[in-house]
């Protein structure tokens, strides 16, 4: 038996109380007199059920030089994560059982964080036939979630049949809206920025139109969808009205897109290119505005890491993607928190409890209760410091919001009972405790 | 100033101050010794990206004028071609001791991010980079319009009230978008000609008047009417029908011409597609100052080499 008691930290920002875990598992909440293997002092900080992420690209196998299962499973552990969802586009592609099975292993054999393959929507994500969706499902991976992201779904009949046949296996179709046709050779958001820059716009309609679609298909065949990275007023508006109507949809949008806009693309630093594209200040307030009111179900990173040469390049020869798991929380806490739009409670449920619901993570359900599994994150809520590459931990660099001061500081995370960070640090190697 | 990415980045004084010593370098290139010394001992690398014989030429021209060594690159042939990076290109002209890097690229932003990204201490001049800024165009365009409206010796002056158009393929034009800005600079005030297909999609922020067609445009009586080339590859992408309905909407025709006043002038910055976005007959006329524009390139590019040289001194 093995035991922990985290000390006096606000659970879910609300009155003081411990955390009592033993065997990985919650067992008492309130004033714990219990001796325990290990005590943390969590005095002045945040206690938070272990952060859970519906959208990362881990980029293994294929795309190791910028990073591994486990390289990304510690940044994800470092960002207060217990468990991540990494998405099908590696090389090759996540759309048999085995493929996603092998993600699923090299997660449990990494051990920082439950890694969650999604599965892919296409074979290959070409868009014509679909994947091994029902083996992938059946598989010891117990796939949930079928994405085609990095690539929208853009052909109507094959999304309808993706719908339909997932729902068979109780899964989710988690769609990247972007109707091809309207962004060919899209560079970033179609405003005037993108006027001023020459540079390929990417209207905001080609996102709204794939979701208007996609609602109005998942009730008539009466499936679930979720929607990936919403980033445009107009796609709130939709997903609002879907709502409104009854269309089972949830939706996500990305910490970048909640703090900054296409005004930053205009250094041409690829540092800001990313897929969807940073909208307008508009966009941002009624993204914010969309969380606050509940249309948008929660927060995922779309963390999306880089090597160094595919960033330190032209503006047209730069990747798509920013890296976002160590920051999430962060810019949560800037965006939503501290101009009042949601609570740490809210915080709780936009990144763990609705993600886990969604994908059907186990664990999620009761957040810091006993009985519950001992994801715990907990957070400095006092801190406020410049935002650095220095607080990466992840293999690659591509951070957008170097320079920045932003909030907050996860100082531990503990994963089923098992310390991933300590003291704000990621650990080297695991202990189980 | 160290670089000079875009014309947005000039102020007025600058700005005259460029044309004015454009006017030295008309002067200079009119002399018996057509050389100034200025850039002796000094490397002026060109590099092309993307094809362009006539302002490529045009550079070199200019750095000759003014006594540089000029090292040309241009992509085919070169390792550009075969795979090597922008960056890696641009540290191997540093290392080459390049003192001037003039870029061509068919990419927006190229400039200003080999400006910024510390691969070069060298001075960039922008020749042009994808649909973003062609700055040196802007400069000899406006350096001819004060030429002819105001005479060849007007020193210190913008383009104050002047009625500009501009007319065709906005939405692509790098040659647009740099004298957009120049010339709200310069005090004129500018009317961009275009189908709505062809104008970018939010323009209210440029200071320019938009009109739909070549024709509401000449009611207003303007100054200048400069074409921009079209690209033939723009019909079969939907941007506007055939050939035949560009230039009966947006054509330089000889009708239109015989509308503008007799002091108006008619601008393109060149190649031609002669009978598409202007007549033959009106390129070849009194009005057109398509080979002035180019004899003024040669000495626009030196006043801008001259001036960087300046800066560093």
């Given at each position: ?6 000390r006096?930290?606000s ?13 990985g598992v919650?067992v008492?909440?309130?004033?714990i ?7 943390i ?7 938070l059920?272990g952060?859970v992420?519906?959208?990362?690209h881990?980029r293994e196998?294929g ?5 591994t ?14 468990a991540?969802?990494a998405?099908?586009n590696?090389?090759p592609?996540a ?6 099975e092998?993600?699923f292993d090299?997660g ?27 083996a992938m499902?059946?598989?010891r991976?117990r796939?949930?979630i079928f994405s085609d992201d990095?690539k929208?779904v853009?052909?109507?009949l094959?999304m309808r049949r993706?719908?339909e046949?997932v ?5 989710v179709?988690?769609?990247?809206a ?9 560079q ?8 001023e820059l020459?540079l390929q ?5 080609a996102?709204?139109a794939?979701?208007?679609?996609d609602?109005?298909?998942a009730?008539s065949?009466?499936?679930r969808l ?20 009854g269309?089972d949809v949830t939706?996500?949008?990305t910490?970048?897109h909640?703090?900054?806009?296409d005004?930053n ?6 540092l800001?290119?990313v897929?969807?594209p940073?909208?307008t200040?508009e966009?941002?307030?009624?993204l914010r505005a969309?969380?606050a009111?509940g249309?948008i179900?929660i927060?995922a ?8 040469s595919?960033k330190d390049c ?8 920013m890296v976002?798991l160590e ?8 965006t939503?928190?501290n101009p009042?739009h949601v609570t740490?409670?809210g915080?709780a449920?936009l990144?763990s409890t ?12 009761q957040?810091l209760?006993?009985?519950?599994v001992a994801?715990?994150t907990?957070?400095d809520p006092?801190?406020?410091g410049?935002?650095g590459v220095?607080?990466?931990v992840?293999?690659s ?5 170097g320079g920045?001061?932003l909030?907050g500081r ?5 994963f089923?009972g098992t310390?991933t ?6 650990v080297?190697?695991?202990r189980t405790a | ?8 980045d000039l102020?007025?004084?600058e700005?005259?101050?460029l044309l004015d010593t454009?006017a030295d370098?008309v ?7 057509k050389k100034?010394p200025t850039l002796?001992g ?10 362009s014989?006539r302002?490529r030429l045009?550079?070199e021209?200019?750095a000759l ?7 040309t ?8 071609s075969k795979?090597e990076?922008?960056?890696?290109t641009l ?5 080459m ?12 932003g190229?400039?200003?991010t080999?400006?910024?990204s ?11 980079d994808g649909?973003h ?12 319009m ?5 005479g ?5 002056a913008?383009?104050?009230g ?19 800005w120049?010339?709200?600079t310069?005090g004129?005030?500018?009317?961009l000609?275009a189908?709505?297909?062809?104008l970018?999609?939010d323009?209210t922020?440029?200071?320019?008047s938009t ?9 207003g009586d303007?100054?200048v ?7 033939k590859?723009?019909m079969?992408?939907?941007y506007f ?5 560009y ?7 000889s009708?239109?011409s015989?509308?503008l006043?007799d002091?108006?002038?008619?601008m393109?910055?060149g190649p031609?597609?002669?009978g598409?976005e202007?007549?033959?007959d009106v ?5 057109s100052?398509?080979?002035?524009q ?7 590019r ?6 960087l040289t300046?800066a560093?001194s």
């Amino acid at each position: 038996m093995t035991s922990l008691v985290v000390r006096g930290a606000s659970i879910l920002g609300g009155d003081a109380a411990d955390i009592h875990v033993v065997d990985g598992v919650i067992v008492g909440v309130g004033a714990i007199s219990a001796k325990a293997d290990r005590t943390i002092d969590a005095a002045g900080l945040i206690a938070l059920p272990g952060l859970v992420d519906l959208h990362t690209h881990l980029r293994e196998p294929g795309g190791e030089v910028s990073e591994t299962i486990l390289s990304g499973s510690r940044a994800a552990a470092a960002g207060g994560f217990t468990a991540v969802h990494a998405m099908a586009n590696t090389s090759p592609v996540a759309d048999t059982a085995t493929l996603v099975e092998r993600v699923f292993d090299q997660g449990v054999t990494a051990g920082f964080v439950e890694v969650r393959p999604i599965g892919a929507v296409t074979r290959n994500l070409d868009g014509e036939q679909l994947a091994d969706i029902g083996a992938m499902a059946h598989s010891r991976a117990r796939v949930t979630i079928f994405s085609d992201d990095g690539k929208c779904v853009g052909d109507s009949l094959l999304m309808r049949r993706a719908l339909e046949y997932v729902s068979t296996f109780g899964g989710v179709i988690a769609q990247h809206a972007q109707d091809p046709r309207l962004t060919l050779g899209a560079q970033m958001n179609e405003g005037s920025v993108s006027a001023e820059l020459g540079l390929q716009g990417w209207p905001a309609v080609a996102e709204d139109a794939i979701i208007a679609r996609d609602v109005l298909l998942a009730e008539s065949v009466g499936a679930r969808l979720h929607v990936c990275h919403v980033s445009t007023a107009g796609a709130v508006e939709v997903v609002r009205w879907a709502k409104r109507r009854g269309i089972d949809v949830t939706a996500e949008v990305t910490p970048h897109h909640l703090l900054l806009s296409d005004e930053n693309v205009l250094g041409y630093s690829p540092l800001f290119k990313v897929n969807p594209p940073l909208r307008t200040f508009e966009d941002v307030e009624a993204l914010r505005a969309g969380v606050a009111d509940g249309t948008i179900d929660i927060i995922a990173t779309d963390h999306a890491p880089h090597s160094a040469s595919a960033k330190d390049c032209t503006w047209a020869d730069a990747a798509f993607g920013m890296v976002g798991l160590e920051s999430a929380l962060s810019v949560v806490h800037a965006t939503l928190v501290n101009p009042g739009h949601v609570t740490w409670d809210g915080v709780a449920r936009l990144l763990s409890t609705t993600p886990a619901r969604i994908g059907r993570v186990e664990g999620y359900e009761q957040p810091l209760t006993p009985g519950s599994v001992a994801n715990i994150t907990l957070v400095d809520p006092s801190f406020l410091g410049e935002w650095g590459v220095d607080r990466l931990v992840g293999r690659s660099h591509n951070t957008p919001f170097g320079g920045l001061e932003l909030p907050g500081r996860v100082m531990s995370t503990i994963f089923r009972g098992t310390e991933t960070v300590i003291d704000g640090r990621i650990v080297d190697e695991l202990r189980t405790a | 100033m160290k670089h000079l990415i875009s014309t947005r980045d000039l102020s007025r004084a600058e700005a005259i101050g460029l044309l004015d010593t454009t006017a030295d370098m008309v002067d200079v290139r009119g002399r018996d010794v057509k050389k100034l010394p200025t850039l002796r001992g000094k490397t002026v690398a060109n590099v092309f990206f993307e094809d362009s014989t006539r302002t490529r030429l045009s550079f070199e021209a200019a750095a000759l004028a003014l006594s540089a060594d000029v090292s040309t690159l241009t992509a085919q042939g070169s390792s550009v071609s075969k795979g090597e990076s922008l960056k890696d290109t641009l540290q191997t002209l540093e290392a080459m001791g390049a003192d001037y890097i003039v870029l061509r690229h068919s990419h927006s932003g190229v400039a200003a991010t080999v400006a910024t990204s510390g691969w070069t201490d060298a001075h960039v001049v922008n020749a042009g980079d994808g649909t973003h800024e062609h700055p040196t165009q802007a400069l000899l365009d406006a350096f001819t319009m004060r030429s002819r409206l105001s005479g060849a010796t007007a020193r210190g002056a913008g383009l104050d009230g002047a009625n500009i158009v501009i007319v065709g393929d906005i939405a692509h034009s790098r040659v647009a978008r740099s004298n957009v800005w120049l010339l709200n600079t310069l005090g004129a005030s500018v009317t961009l000609a275009a189908p709505k297909t062809l104008l970018p999609k939010d323009i209210t922020e440029w200071g320019v008047s938009t009109a739909h067609t070549l024709d509401e445009a000449l009611d207003g009586d303007p100054d200048v009417v400069m074409t921009l080339r079209i690209q033939k590859e723009r019909m079969s992408s939907g941007y506007f029908p055939s050939e035949s309905e560009y230039s009966r909407f947006w054509g330089m025709t000889s009708n239109r011409s015989a509308r503008l006043k007799d002091t108006a002038i008619v601008m393109h910055p060149g190649p031609m597609n002669r009978g598409l976005e202007i007549a033959g007959d009106v390129a070849d006329s009194a009005r057109s100052t398509v080979t002035e524009q180019v004899r003024n390139g040669v000495a626009a590019r030196m006043a801008v080499l001259y001036t960087l040289t300046g800066a560093q001194s």
